[in-house]
Structures are given as structure tokens and as C-alpha cells.
């Protein structure tokens, strides 16, 4: 070796997260118990150890695929009045005339348990008997914007961190040379970047942003993992020279732990750049798992990459991994408020690939502690809406599954009136949801605090109940 | 006062007298324990209990536990009125009629809710038992809390070591060193100091001439012509301007749908033009909140006026709230945010939905503060609703040529009709309750304040108030948020917020001296610059004594300076001025006007990162990851990170690879010829100093093994001088 390297800093503190060098910036006793990506114990014995959350951004209609409501084929064309959610919020009317409108997939009982589901998903319905159907979800926010942001970060309008932030600051990470929270392609609208934002949270706990939504699955990657410029020889001369030129400086203040610890995020990153670059490259899977996901095929292949990159993350200790399927328009993928069989397209690139997930997960034992989240910012309405072919946003009813990770199999909780417009029973508030995910991850949502500006801040606000009823 | 309770008290006897008799009548008692009590108990009392309230889950303030409770109702009023059904928000709520809906978790089946209505009808008997919990958090007195009392001058303290200080500032940080018996750092060395004082003043590093210059003057207020120098440079404004756009949470678009904030540049301009021609901080406070209600001399200063009250309109909106009255109540919200935090350091919204828990603001004062904002219209409702822009007043080179675009700025219009607010009850827009005058912070408002006039909003008094040398907050709030910008460590390290959730001040009467300075001294933010710049305390080696180490690991007493990391938008300018790619353009738009969203958007620049555009949803790449402000927020201290990603960047991103082959092609052209003198030259460039023996060891050997591509060689190194520990820092 050429230059002396000063490895003691590094090597102590190589147990810390993603790119997390610990030091207090304070005192070096502080030092060594300030690493904020530490895997932390949680407040109970956790059901699952990691989420991925597939987000069918634009909203998914609930009574075209899970939420099956005869009285909509036999009301179908009737005019009725309905107190909708935008009327409300724009006029404080409760109630207008609407069309009612059938599903146009039709629905038959699935599986052992017997649930109902249209056809829209036929390869997600062979796993009916892993899922667990939430029919009586509620959120708040009728437009994209501010229910998107409620999705994830519990605020229409606040700046507040969001889902995947507050799980990777409760528990830290598993795996230090991988980000602990991603978000695959990600839509840079409604919302974009706050979406997956550690607002005031430390900025160690934001997401990790891998492609874009809309762009290729092949862009999904973290930045600057390679060098565009520099050959991999050059590259290591550069890291060795550059070892050698902060061994000269460290020796003015020795022992430093905060100097200490920027010289040992060079051989961190120097890490990631082997280890995670393996993680991210699906060319090691077998064909037969590629065909699982519909990779290489047209429809399917987008989708099933980010799948599966999703299952190869949460497989090294990646705690949180969200994939969204949308884009960056105003009205975002599923949103059809005209040409509602346009949803048949978008159900065909998820289809297969979240079938493939789920059994994926499953033949891996990977299912048993990863719990899975499909659903979207809301629902639809029962009834169509302008030229007749498509339907509004319902937030006050609609329906997400969850899967694997502590919920019961099979099973289905909750209750949307006769039209699948408004939760009635059982009403699950996406507060509740986010309240359960943290649940099953052993984290109380009353006790995951955060003091900012003078006031100990949740996700859940000062509301949120964990929905214990679906835990199996 | 005692003799004023006794008539109420005999009062409410007197009303709920006759319908308490009720509660003796057996049979409606028992039509309570049969049929009322259980439903209550089993649908209500989880968030309406003396027991939920104990396990901090009561909700909207009702207690269902008694009579009294019930009576008494919760935030939205009484809740039973005995013999109204009808009438009682708690028959409505179960009826499911209104925005009220109880239980949430489902409406009861029609018998019980008939048993609900039959009960109250009959008188709602019940038995009374009051026990009621206290509000289980203690609230900070305004009359004796710090922050609220007046500023005073402090003498300033007797030292022993008369020798060390050079002003005030210094004996009061002496006189706390000595009490403890520690002693203040050398001073820095002239290289060293030239580094920071060019990083704390510019935000550029000092060319190795500049420092020469410096190290070698002979005449004895080197120094002091140093500081001059750089108070009067154009750069001064783009580097402490910047600070100030932090506070501000400025951007350049809103992540919803990335709409593009076009003429937001403009209020950026204004800031770093504040900064450059000293503007005082009083006049600097009031054209933020109100400069579109003040009088104007000239065009240019209306114009400047116009484009300063950006300031309250640059938040990160959801316009596409479909509740209009929400999305209005939000803007105001995020307003006195901004407000709250960044000119008074005060947690104001805390209060938006109950009085404050810790500090003395009454949910009173917010409706006050709010009534003022809500009567600055800053959006044109819509499905999605639109920012307003304002014509300018038009420069001599704008009138004469009528093709080019007329300008605008970001701003609000005052409404036609000036209202005061309702409280709204836990917040609910829906939920209104008393009309509350207009009016500002009560506790730290000393006397009484004429009450605010019906015709106008109340802005340009509120900017009065907040800009008045008698607000005890203002002055403390921006002296502390400058000694933050110097030491890396405000006095009161909670830049954002001085209640009694935040730190104390370490130096309450240098906090004092300096506030007392900077409003005698007519509110100038360059004067108070100078004063703490000129300090020993602040020119101090970061490197102070062993005992000080141990005695004070965390530097409270100052008794050496602070090493800080060298943040994002100096890194980024370093670079580019080693490279020679720096362009110093002053201000301006910084994108194509036809830019339609922010996404993706490609930061190809090589101007100063004050005005790289700052778009929310596409932040410059370096910035991001070297912890600059989360520009939706307001920001006194940013993070300061250490993680892999930034590594990762300064080893692979091709900006930085750009920059030290450029600046490898630049030495080779024009430095020494010799890679010796190369070596210190690039050092000096690079870090502001000669490299040491050894280090130039390490450099000749290197390129003496690379001698076949010196230029591929000489970019390495420069490489690693970038990503290297005191690249990053300022000493």
C-alpha cells in the first residue's frame, strides 16, 4: 500500500445506516450513541419488519374491482342523490343528483375464503386467500393533491414527514449500506418530493428517490452510485488518494469523531457503491422469477422490474420500499373521470407483477413478516360523472388490501353502504391505517414522537386507532 | 371580583334549577342507567371521559361522565339541552345530520337514538357528580418568562483579563469564562481568519493573492480594512441574503404539479439588495409584511415595496383544496407560521386549534394575528386556486419600449371587506366560534394597543408592532439568528423558537447589549455584522484550551470559535472558483419564462447557487444532499449531515469531476511550472493554505507515479482536495 489510511474511524462506526456516519457534532462521548439509523428495538414485538406500499396513484375504482355492490347493476342508470364529497367541500350542499353507475368488470366469489373481486385483477385474485380486504376506508382531501399528501404524510397541507420517514426513524435501519427508506419511481406531482420527505424529521429518514414515475424501469437507481466520467482503476486511485490526503489533515486533530467520521464516509460510499449496485441489478434473478413478475413482456415489464427490485430491497433490510404506478400528470393514471375502461390498462401492467410479488414473498418466507399495502389516495364514485364513461374521486368509502406481514388471510373488514359510496361499518380512516401499519411494525403511534417547534408531533396527529380487528 | 362570581353562580343555579330536579325522579334516572348510561360508556367515553382525558385521549373537550359534563358540553357548545331534543348537538350528532357525526364509527341503530331523544326530553336526569381534570400542562407566565420582558441594556461586566478584550461583546463572554475559570483561544492565524471572514461575509473563498495581501499587511487594522472590504462587496448580499431566504422558506415553485412561482426571482433580488445597501432590519420587516399598504417616495421604492411582500406568499400551497374556506384559513396558517417563527421566534400556530400548551398564547391571540391575514386576499379561488401577481410600477427603460412584457410581483390585495375572525373551534373552519378583534401577541405586548382601525387590515400595524424597538422578540430573534450565522451556535441555540420549549439564552445580557446596539445603532444589519466580526470572541482559534474541552464540550462559553461545516452553497461556489467556471452575474432571472412545471428540471449553471432556481420538487443536486433548507419550511439552522450520499457525490457526480479537470487544465495553463509550486498552488486554492510537509509528500509521489497524464493526474488531485475533511470545513 502506497498511502498510510487511518481505518479505525470507519471501522468503528460501520455498523451505522445508509450513509450515516455517527457523530454527535457535539462532544465524542456523544458520539457513538448518536447514530439516527441504529436499529432501534420497538415498543412491541413486531408482526412484520418491513413495508412495501403499492400506490395505484390516481385512484383505483373500489366498485369495479373489490367492493362488490348489486344494487349498482340494478340501479344502474337511476338518478339518486348523493351527498359527493366535492359538492360538499365546494358548496357545503350535502346532496346532488347523480347517475348511478355499474361496475363494468363483473364480480365472482375467489378462493377458498370466498371473497368477492371482479375481473379486473385476475392475477391478484388467485391470491385472495392472502389478502386482507380494508372495504371501509375514509380519508380526507377530494382532489389529487391534498389526498395524496394525506396518504403519506397524514396532512392535506402541512409540511410533515412522511409514512416511510416516521418507520425508519422508529426503527432504524437493517442494513447500513442501503438506504433504509425508497421510493421507486416516484411521481414528482401531487405532491412529488414532500411525499417521501423527512419534512422536519433529521434528513437521515428521507426516502430515497429511485427513477421516476413514468420513466424506465432502468433509471432506478441511486444517484452517483457509478462514476459516468472515471474508469473503476481511476476511481480507486482517487479513493486511495484521497484517503492519503485526509490521513495528512486528520493528523492535526486526531481523534476527532465528527472529522473522523466525513473520512469514513468515503469507504461507506466506496461500499455501497459494490454492494448496493449488486441489490439494484435484477440480472442475477432466474428467468422463471422474471416470468413471474411479467418482465419482458410489454405490458408488464415496467411494473414487474419495480416489483421486483421492491422484493430484492426489503430482502436486505430495506424497512421501507414504496412503488408507485402513475405519472406526472394532473390527472394520474387511474384517475378516469371519462373512459373508466381505460382502467382495464392499468390493472394489466400491475397485475401480473404484484401476483408475482405476493407469490415471490410467499415461496421466500419473505411474506410471513413483509407486509404489503396496495390501494391508492381513494376511491370512486358509484356514480359516473360528466360525458358518463368515467367517475369522480370518492374519499369518503373505498377499499385497499393488505397482505402478509400480521393481518388475517382471507379475510375482509368494514362496509361501504349499498352504492360502495360512504364507509358505514367498520370504517377504517387512513389515520387507522396509518396507525395499524405502524402496529404490525411494533411501533404505538402515540408513543412515535417527534419534538419540533416546542410540540412532540405523530403521524397520526392526535388521532388514529389501530385497527386490531384485522391482525391475525 | 368576589362579589361579581356569587350573582353568576347563584345565576346558573337559577337556570338549571328546576330541570336538576330531574335527576331525583326516579324513573327518568332509570331510563338513564338502563339505556343512556351503557351506550355512553360503550360509543363514547373512550374520547369523551374523566378517563380519556387521564390517558390524554379526550377529544373536542366533552365530558360524558355526568350531567354536568353533558350540560357543559365540549368545545362546540352544550351538548344536551335538558328538555330539547331537538336543540342538543348530541341528538344531532347521533342523527348523523351535520359535519358532527357520533359515534365516528358508525351511526347507532334508530331505537337507542329514540331512547337518546326520549331521555333528554324528560330533562335528561343524570346523576351530577363533577369532577373535572385540570389541563395537566403548565403554561409559562408572560408576566416573568424571559423572552416577554423588555430589552434592557446591560452594563457591561468588569473582567480580570483587561487586556484580552476588544469591545463589549468580548467582556461579557470573558467575564463568563472567567467565572468559571477558563480562558478565551488564541487568536486564529491571519490565513486562517481570512478563510472564515471570507466564507462568513461572502460566502467565496479568498484567491491565494487576497490572503497573501492579508497575511503580509503591516499596518495594524489590517483587519479591520478586511472587514470593510467585504461588508461592501456586492457578495455580501448574495451570501447573507441567502440566510435570510431561509427563514423566508423561498422557492421558486410548489411541488403540487411543480407550478412554477415565475416572478419569485424578484423578491430573491430583493433580499440580496436589502442585505447589500444595509437596509435597516425595522424597514426590512415592515416592506416584507406590509410594503404594499406604505407610503412610497419614489417608483423604485414602491416597486421594491410590492415585490417584498412576496414574503407572505411564497409558501408551499395546496391549491388544489377543494374547501376554500380551509385552503384561505391554511395560507394564514403557513403565514403566521413564518411569521411566528421567523420574526419573533414564536410558535403561534401552536395555538391555531387550542390555546398554546406551553407558552402564554391563547387561542385568542391567533384568531387575533389571523384576522389581520385573513383580510390579505393571496389566492384567486379556484378548482385550483392561483397565486395573485400584481402589475409594478414601470422603469423608464419598461415605458419606453411598450413590446416588452410589463412586470409583476408576487403579492396579496387587501380585501374589500375588512373583517375580524371567528375562533375556530379546534380548528375547524366549519366550527365557529367568538368574533375576536383583531389584534397581536399578547404577551409580549406591554400596556394596551389602540384597537385596530375598521377600514384597514391591520398589516401595517402588525408590521409596526413586530418592527417596534419595543417588542421585546424582534431584535433579540435576528441578533441571535446572526451570532448563528457567525458561530454555527446562536446564544440561544433554538434560532426558531425562544418559548419555554426552547433553549435558554448561554449570554442573556450579550443577547441584551447586542439587541440594545442594533436598535440605537438605527437597526443596521451590516453595523451589527461588524460588531461581532470585530470581536476577539468571534476571531478566536477553534482550537481552545484542554479544560475548556472538558469543562465546556459544547462550546456554550465561547471559549474558542466554532468549527462548522462549510454548507452547500459554498461548497458549490468553491469549486466553481477553483475551477474558474464561476460566473459573478448580479441577480436576475435564472430561467427560461416558458417553464412550465419544475419536473426533471436540468441545473446546467455555473452562477452562484443563490441563484440557482429553487424549485421544490427538482432542488440543484449538490444543494440537496449538503443539507440545504427544505425550502417549504421556515429554516433558522439547517442540518448538518454526514452521510454516504454526499461521499457518493463528491466521487462520482460528473459536476465535480467537471470542475477539477477544469480546474487540473487551469493550473497547468497558468500555474508554476513546476509540480512542486503546483502542489502548494492547488492547496492554496483549494483550502486556503500551503500544504504541510507531509501532505506535499503524498501529492508528488502520487503524480510522480501518474507522471504520464499530468492532466488526468492533476484532476484527480483536485478531486481529492474537493471531497477532502478541511475542503468541507472552516476553521
Known sequence: ?472 | MRRRIVPVAVLLAAVFGPSALAQSDPRALELYEKKIRPVLAEHCSRCHSAEAAKNHKLKGGLLVDDRDGLLKGGDTGPAVVPGKAADSLLIQALHYDGDLRMPPRGKLPGAVIADFERWVNAGAAAPSVASRPGRGTSVVPAATFWAYQPVRAPAVPAVQDAAWPAGAIDRFVLAGLEARGLHPAADADRATLARRLYFDLVGLPPSPEEVDAFVNDPDPAAYEKLVERLLASPHFGERWGRHWLDVARFAESLTLRGFILKEAWRYRDYVIDAFDRDVPFDQFVREQLAGDLLPAATPADRRRQLVATAFLVLGNTNLEEQDKQQLRMDVVDEQLDVIGKGFLAQTITCARCHDHKFDPIPTTDYYALAGILRNAKALEHANVSKWLEVPLPLTAAEEADPKKPKPLAMSVVEEKQIEDAHVHVRGSVHSLGAVVPRGFLSAATRGTTAPLPAHESGRRQLAEWIASRDNPLTARVFVNRAWHWLFGAGLVRTTDNFGSTGELPSHPELLDHLATRFTEGGWSMKSLVRAVVLSRTYCQATTGSAAAAVADPENRLLARQNRRRLDAECLRDTMLAVSGRLTLDHGGPTFPPTLAADYHYQHTDMRRSVYSPVFRNALPELLAAFDFADPSMETGQRNVSTVAPQALLLLNSPFVVDQARAAAARLLATGPADDDGRVVWAYRLALGRAPTPGERRVALRFLGDRAGDPKKAWATLFQALFASVDFRYVE
Open chain 1, 1 to 472: 500500500v502506497l498511502y498510510p489510511i487511518g481505518r479505525r474511524a470507519w471501522l468503528k462506526q460501520a455498523a451505522c445506516g445508509f450513509g450515516y456516519l455517527a457523530f454527535a457534532g457535539l462532544s465524542a462521548s456523544r458520539a457513538a450513541a448518536d447514530d439516527p439509523l441504529a436499529p432501534r428495538p420497538p415498543h412491541a414485538t413486531p408482526r412484520a419488519k418491513r413495508v412495501i406500499f403499492l400506490f395505484m396513484q390516481g385512484g383505483v375504482s373500489h366498485v369495479d374491482s373489490y367492493d362488490y355492490k348489486p344494487r349498482l347493476e340494478k340501479d344502474d342508470g337511476k338518478v339518486l342523490d348523493f351527498a359527493d364529497a366535492r359538492v360538499r367541500a365546494n358548496t357545503g350542499k350535502s346532496a346532488a343528483a347523480q347517475r348511478v353507475m355499474k361496475p363494468l368488470w363483473p364480480f365472482a366469489r375467489r378462493g377458498q375464503c370466498g371473497r368477492w373481486a371482479s375481473e379486473l385483477f385476475p392475477e391478484i385474485n388467485r391470491h385472495v386467500d392472502d389478502l386482507c380486504f380494508l372495504h371501509a376506508l375514509h380519508t380526507e382531501g377530494v382532489a389529487h393533491g391534498p389526498a395524496t399528501l394525506f396518504l403519506h404524510c397524514g396532512s392535506t397541507n402541512f409540511i410533515r414527514p412522511s409514512v416511510g420517514s416516521w418507520v425508519l426513524y422508529g426503527l432504524g435501519t437493517a442494513n447500513a449500506n442501503l438506504p433504509g427508506f425508497v421510493s421507486i419511481a416516484p411521481s414528482p406531482g401531487n405532491g412529488g418530493a414532500r411525499n417521501y420527505g423527512n419534512a422536519f424529521l433529521p434528513a437521515v429518514y428521507q426516502g430515497t428517490a429511485l427513477g421516476r414515475a413514468g420513466g424506465p424501469a432502468s433509471e432506478a437507481t441511486i444517484r452517483n452510485l457509478t462514476n459516468p466520467r472515471l474508469a473503476e482503476a481511476d476511481c480507486a486511485r482517487q479513493l486511495d488518494l484521497l484517503r492519503a490526503l485526509n490521513a495528512e489533515q486528520l493528523q492535526r486533530t486526531p481523534g476527532d469523531p465528527e472529522l473522523e467520521a466525513v473520512v469514513g464516509s468515503y469507504e461507506l460510499a466506496w461500499r455501497m457503491q459494490h454492494h448496493a449496485a449488486g441489490v439494484l441489478d435484477l440480472a442475477g434473478e432466474t428467468k422463471e422469477t422474471q416470468h413471474l413478475y411479467g418482465i419482458g413482456e410489454k405490458a408488464t415489464d415496467t411494473f414487474g422490474r419495480q416489483c421486483l427490485l421492491a422484493r430484492r430491497l426489503c430482502e436486505a433490510g430495506v424497512r421501507y420500499v414504496q412503488v408507485t404506478y402513475g405519472d406526472s400528470s394532473a390527472n394520474p393514471a387511474w384517475d378516469q373521470h371519462s373512459n373508466l375502461p381505460k382502467h382495464a390498462d392499468h390493472a394489466r401492467a400491475v397485475d401480473r407483477p404484484i401476483a408475482g410479488l405476493l407469490a415471490d414473498l410467499k415461496r421466500r418466507g419473505l411474506l410471513e413478516d413483509t407486509l404489503v399495502w396496495w390501494g391508492s389516495e381513494f376511491g370512486r364514485t358509484p356514480y359516473a360523472e360528466k360525458n358518463g364513461t368515467g367517475r369522480d374521486h370518492n374519499p369518503d368509502g373505498f377499499t385497499v388490501f393488505l397482505a402478509g406481514g400480521g393481518v388475517k388471510p382471507g379475510f375482509a373488514y368494514g362496509r361501504t353502504d349499498d352504492f360502495g359510496h360512504q364507509a358505514v361499518e367498520d370504517k377504517v380512516h387512513m389515520r387507522d391505517l396509518h396507525a395499524t401499519v405502524l402496529h404490525l411494525l411494533g411501533l404505538n403511534h402515540e408513543r412515535l414522537t417527534f419534538r419540533y417547534s416546542g410540540r412532540d408531533f405523530r403521524l397520526t396527529d392526535v388521532a388514529g386507532r389501530v385497527v386490531t380487528e384485522i391482525v391475525a
